[in-house]
């Protein structure tokens, strides 16, 4: 038997919905039952439950300060203004749509099981791309949630130029993006070389202008977020297409590289 914790507040759903695009949500552990306790992940009674490719594994919760950036702010008030129109602005007309067609379209949580969002979850998610990618509010449901994949991705870290400069790029196809799609990359801060999992590192670090082509350089995008990275150390990045018309995202292509020393260092 699968049991799924199942939040009572439309709004302290939506901070979960928006785990994807914050990543700094507090969130319970999910537990999935069989004969005793099979699988476990995130934070629980000050210990973080999760799994990689070698099996489960526990370690101790930390508790960052929670940082305040502009855009952070942002984010949590599109959450907000979103939840707030989606009770009082659309119809129920319209809400009932939204119920029905995040019926229609379930998606994959954590342990890979199909779960059913809740039509307001559902309007959040596909309008809080919408708006990072500077499109309107749907209020009525898109027709599907089709979204094509890019085939490859990988990314490049180099000095170019006279004097060398660092260049942080991304390398996808098919370039340029698909019409009608956008270019979504997450990133990690600079990790140590020898790190394999980073899923849990990965930050929504910029979604690109529409015809974006191959390669796609997020230079200033990650220093503003991280600062320039040491050499020595390692990016991760994810590479998705999100879609115009529906804030639809694929499923990502995972690449890593490791920062050069400049030209002339150690």
Not at 34 to 47: E, K, L, S, Y
Not at 85 to 95: C, M, P
Not at 197 to 204: A, D, E, H, V, Y
Request: glycine share 6%; aromatic share 8%.
């Amino acid at each position: 038997m699968t049991l799924h914790h199942q939040p009572t507040l439309d709004l302290y759903i939506s901070k979960l919905l928006c785990h994807n695009i914050l990543l700094e949500v507090i969130k319970m552990a999910k537990v999935k039952y069989g004969g005793g306790v099979a699988d476990m992940r995130n934070a629980f009674a000050g210990q973080v439950h999760s799994r990689n490719t070698y099996g489960n594994y526990i370690r101790q919760k930390v508790s960052p300060v929670q940082p305040r950036t502009p855009r952070q702010q942002q984010l949590r008030v599109n959450l907000t203004e979103l939840a707030k129109r989606y009770s009082t602005v659309l119809t129920d007309e319209q809400r009932n749509a939204w119920i029905n067609f995040a019926a229609a379209n379930p998606v994959v949580d954590v342990f890979g099981d199909t779960i059913v969002l809740t039509g307001i979850n559902m309007y959040q998610k596909i309008n809080q791309i919408r708006l990072l990618m500077g499109l309107p509010i749907l209020d009525n449901p898109p027709p599907d949630l089709s979204v094509q994949q890019p085939d490859s991705a990988s990314l490049s870290i180099a000095y170019e130029g006279t004097p060398p400069t660092l260049k942080i790029k991304v390398i996808f196809a098919p370039s340029p993006a698909p019409s009608g799609h956008r270019v979504e990359v997450w990133a990690t801060e600079p990790m140590k070389p020898g790190v394999m999992f980073f899923s849990q590192k990965l930050r929504l670090l910029t979604i690109s202008p529409a015809n974006q082509a191959s390669p796609y350089d997020i230079t200033d995008e990650y220093i503003d977020r991280f600062g320039t990275p040491p050499a020595g150390t390692k990016i991760g990045v994810e590479v998705r297409f999100a879609k115009e018309s529906n804030g639809a995202q694929s499923k990502g292509l995972r690449a890593t590289a490791i920062v050069p020393a400049a030209s002339g260092g150690s």
